[in-house]
């Protein structure tokens, strides 16, 4: 659900006409992913969710996803989604068929379920730092300009959701991104480590 703010801010940039084309483009590409019933997909720990659910990020990033984290398969195979979250101080666990809709990029080589477990124990901040850039360069073409720049502050020792998922895979020995979009199947880089993704469908 968009906030009151978000919705009428959105609603003010797509009466620009150059905004309304972008986040068409993102919004298009998103739908385009081929998809799968979740109760058909099989998950391995390390396996990637890549999230699309916040227009004004969306447009921000330059890419329909705004939300990363990793999959993690306990012995009895159930699946739980770890990923920072920016209203927790440490990472959050969901099971993964809620999450309908998440694009699923499948691990070609599992990571260990333990380190993974061990990993997410710690206390984590959330750095809402990492946005200030991207809605600067985002938003100064804007006339809305600078209605759509919130007052962000950057938190030392602090992690935004894919600097979380990049600090884990670094322990790991692989090297990630720090935006969703690192994750997603147009960065030839990840295409080493994961398969392309599947839209997961109720």
């Excluded at 009895?76 to 099971?95: G, I, K, M, S, W």
Aim: with cysteine; charged share 15%; glycine share 6%.
């Amino acid at each position: 659900m968009i906030a009151s703010y978000e919705g009428i801010v959105l609603a003010l940039l797509l009466l620009e006409v150059h905004a309304f084309v972008r986040l068409g483009r993102l919004v298009n590409r998103l739908w385009t992913i081929p998809s799968r019933p979740i109760a058909a997909a099989t998950f391995q720990s390390g396996d990637l969710l890549l999230f699309g659910s916040n227009p004004l990020l969306q447009y921000a990033l330059g890419s329909p996803f705004t939300h990363v984290g990793l999959v993690v398969v306990r012995k009895d195979r159930a699946a739980f989604l770890l990923h920072l979250h920016p209203t927790t101080n440490e990472v959050a666990v969901a099971p993964v068929e809620y999450m309908v809709d998440a694009v699923h990029r499948p691990i070609k080589i599992p990571l260990s379920t333990p380190k993974l477990v061990a990993l997410a124990k710690r206390p984590f901040h959330y750095n809402f730092g990492t946005w200030k850039p991207l809605f600067y360069r985002a938003f100064k073409d804007s006339l809305l300009f600078p209605l759509l720049l919130p007052a962000i502050t950057e938190q030392k020792g602090a992690f935004s959701c894919a600097e979380y998922v990049r600090w884990v895979l670094g322990h790991f020995g692989i090297d990630g991104g720090a935006l969703p979009e690192d994750y997603s199947a147009s960065n030839p880089k990840t295409l080493v480590r994961w398969r392309p993704g599947r839209r997961l469908l109720a």
